[in-house]
């Protein structure tokens, strides 16, 4: 007789069934976000709740059915299931959606970022699944012929489609109008959602190497500058994660750009809409031809930025990055990678604040100035990169207290979230009046800055925190971004711009779509795909 201790015995099940154990799990376990955003009310609903229930169930059955079998079931669903725990743990936290371009943002985060996600919340959650994980490796799966095998597998298929037909029946007008009005619940059906949008971004753009950009813009020509004036320098400071709702110089109740606020004739566009809500789509949105207006992601990423027309009509360019990179923004284009000093004054081994742009930034500019050749330099700080934003500033600038310390969110209170947020902008301030600095110190050029935030952030609204909601119903914390500009008066006057002129348009919307044609026009370069409607400095000329 067979007397095994509960702790040796080594249960023996069907593929089937363990396929089915582990649906279950993820429908009980690993779409709390899914089951709280799809049913307001358990109790009214039930029918749908119920409904849902089968034929998420279901869907994951099916899935899992397709590739599971007595060789790939204990790997794979290892993966699976501690993958699983990851998402749902930073679903519930931070209440994002795995949809395509957050699992971009996920395929492209680097080692330092990956880093900072790693919280002890998140080890726990890890923990905690090892539990099933060790469960699942004691069981023994069932052998059977391979003609067996194929026939029970596809039995099972067709019932758990006739299951999901069924539990799509029960509730076929709740459904429906599920599907009509919240459209992105389907991201929050886990581990569905990541595995669809991983196979979607996969497919959109497969590893290996990387096609040579489409052309943009190659009749692009300079003006002739007038005789004596000096050639132009322009910086453009792709700003990371500021939102336009805590920006002092919009209105903000705090002060948190006290620098900026001081720098004279400073343009301040206070209704700044982004073009998406993630550094992987607005990035190459803003310096592309098409934008928003006319969105088609893929032909964004296939062709080349405004960076290669201002290249094409002979202006230098370089683009210095403290960062995750320039998103194929600046392919082929002198590229300068800082986040890897180690500077130890302004770096700590894992990251650099983000003064190091501006290191040796001043010496570059005078030993190219005898070229006499325009010059666009793009910097690509870390700005309010979350969640650590207490990470982005030096002490002296830990002005508002108590600061959130702690990666892990849910740890602080929502106004130490804030606090450690605004600290992080006051550092921003600082970097951007520290970089009109070294532009007003130049003589060998007439120079301007341009600084725009590539997206906003949720510091909790609406329960929400970071950012990369699907555009169509992120909200106004994550598309609304500050945009400021300087001109030195050399530059001012060598363009012929009414500073008044000006300062009205900075009070009127406008959006990333405005920078493409906006810095063609201050660089003076004229190309089929310049918008004269679309440069802000247009209308502002004066007569020549
Ligand atoms: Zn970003």
Not at 70 to 95: D, E, I, S
Not at 147 to 165: H, K, N, T, Y
Not at 443 to 448: F, I, K, Q
Request: net charge positive.
């Amino acid at each position: 007789m067979s007397k095994l201790a509960w702790w040796t015995a080594r249960p023996l099940l069907g593929t089937e069934s363990l396929i089915l154990a582990c649906s279950l799990f993820f429908s009980f376990f690993s779409n709390a976000a899914f089951w709280h955003a799809a049913i307001a009310d358990p109790l009214s609903q039930w029918r749908l709740a119920l409904s849902l229930f089968i034929v998420v169930t279901a869907i994951h059955a099916f899935l899992l059915a397709l590739v599971v079998n007595r060789w790939t079931a204990k790997p794979l669903l290892t993966v699976l299931l501690l993958v699983t725990a990851a998402a749902t743990h930073y679903m519930n936290a931070y209440g994002v959606y795995l949809d395509v371009d957050m699992l971009r943002n996920v395929l492209h985060t680097d080692a330092r970022e990956s880093l900072e996600l790693l919280t002890p919340g998140l080890v726990l959650v890890l923990v905690v699944t090892a539990v099933p994980v060790a469960a699942l490796w004691r069981l023994r799966l069932r052998k059977r012929s391979l003609p067996r095998a194929v026939a029970r597998r596809a039995i099972f298929l067709l019932v758990v489609a006739l299951a999901g037909a069924t539990g799509i029946g029960l509730s076929s007008q709740g459904l429906s109008s599920l599907v009509r009005n919240h459209r992105e619940v389907r991201y929050l059906v886990t581990p569905a959602n990541y595995i669809v949008s991983l196979f979607n971004a996969l497919q959109a753009s497969p590893p290996g190497a990387k096609r040579a950009l489409l052309p943009v813009g190659v009749d692009a020509r300079q003006a002739t500058r007038a005789a004596g004036a000096r050639p132009r320098l322009l910086v453009i400071v792709v700003g990371e994660t500021a939102r336009a709702q805590n920006w002092g110089l919009s209105g903000y109740a705090r002060q948190t750009t006290p620098e900026l606020s001081a720098v004279e004739g400073l343009l301040n566009f206070s209704r700044v809409s982004s073009c998406g809500s993630s550094t992987e789509i607005s990035l190459p949105c803003m310096f592309s031809p098409f934008g928003r207006s006319d969105y088609d992601e893929k032909k964004i990423r296939t062709h080349q930025s405004l960076l290669h027309v201002l290249d094409h009509a002979g202006i230098a360019i370089s683009w210095r990055d403290n960062q995750s990179g320039c998103k194929g923004v600046c392919d082929g284009l002198p590229t300068e990678r800082l986040a890897d000093s180690n500077d130890p004054a302004l770096c700590n081994g894992k990251r650099c604040l983000d003064a190091i742009l501006l290191k040796g930034l001043q010496e570059q500019l005078q030993s190219t100035a005898a070229a006499a050749a325009d010059r666009v330099v793009v910097l690509h700080p870390l700005g309010n990169h979350g969640p650590n934003y207490f990470e982005r500033y030096p002490s002296q600038f830990k002005r508002f207290l108590p600061a959130c310390e702690n990666p892990e969110l849910s740890q602080c209170q929502r106004q130490e979230i804030v606090n450690a947020y605004d600290n992080a902008l006051l550092y921003t301030d600082h970097f951007l009046a520290s970089t009109i600095g070294l532009l007003k110190s130049e003589v060998d050029y007439d120079t301007a800055m341009i600084y725009v935030s590539d997206h906003g952030e949720s510091l909790g609204e609406k329960g929400l925190f970071l950012h990369g909601m699907p555009y169509a119903i992120a909200p106004a914390e994550q598309l609304r971004v500050p945009m400021v500009m300087w001109l030195s008066p050399g530059m001012a006057r060598q363009e012929g711009l009414d500073t008044a002129c000006l300062r009205r348009t900075a009070g009127q919307p406008a959006s990333h779509d405005n920078l493409f044609s906006s810095v063609l026009g201050l660089m003076r370069v004229s190309t089929r795909q310049y918008q004269p409607g679309k440069d802000l400095f247009s209308a502002c000329r004066k007569p020549a």
